[in-house]
């Protein structure tokens, strides 16, 4: 089994940033990928990002992104932390969702679904006002 716990989600105007953290305890080195996705009211969830994290094994830190995502939003790992982190800069108002963090036993594959994943967090909320 893998735990997941999200921070650093909060309320930032748009054209803020803000950093979300994800920290996995247990069996992590069951795991071989590591994504965020996000769920706004009313809609399905989305992939936003993901990074092969290769699970105790030699690996390349391969990351991945939505293309809505691509140049403001960048995932990076401490594996000896077994933390993952998703800084999220230049929000826009249609970013504010949930955001989960999510575990994967596989390497990363595009695209993303959310049912390729395993193990989930409990969600970060992130709320961008215009």
């Known amino acids: 089994q893998v735990q997941l716990v999200e921070s650093g989600g909060g309320s930032v105007q748009a054209g803020g940033s803000l950093r979300l953290s994800c920290a996995a305890s247990?069996?992590?080195?069951?795991?071989?990928?590591m994504g965020w996705f996000r769920q706004g009211p009313g809609k399905e969830r989305e992939w936003v990002a993901q990074?092969?994290?290769?699970?105790?094994?030699?690996?390349?830190?391969?990351?991945y992104y939505a293309d809505p995502m691509k140049g403001r939003f960048t995932i990076s790992q401490v594996n000896a932390k077994n933390t993952v982190y998703l800084q999220m800069n230049r929000l826009k108002p249609e970013d504010a969702a949930m955001y989960f963090c999510?575990?994967?036993?596989?390497?990363?594959?595009?695209?993303?679904?959310?049912?390729?994943?395993?193990?989930w967090g409990q969600g970060t909320q992130v709320t961008v006002s215009s």
């Open positions: 999510a575990a994967r036993l596989f390497t990363c594959r595009v695209p993303a679904s959310p049912t390729s994943y395993t193990y």
């Open positions: 247990g069996n992590t080195y069951g795991t071989r990928c």
């Open positions: 990074i092969n994290t290769g699970g105790g094994t030699t690996y390349y830190a391969t990351t």
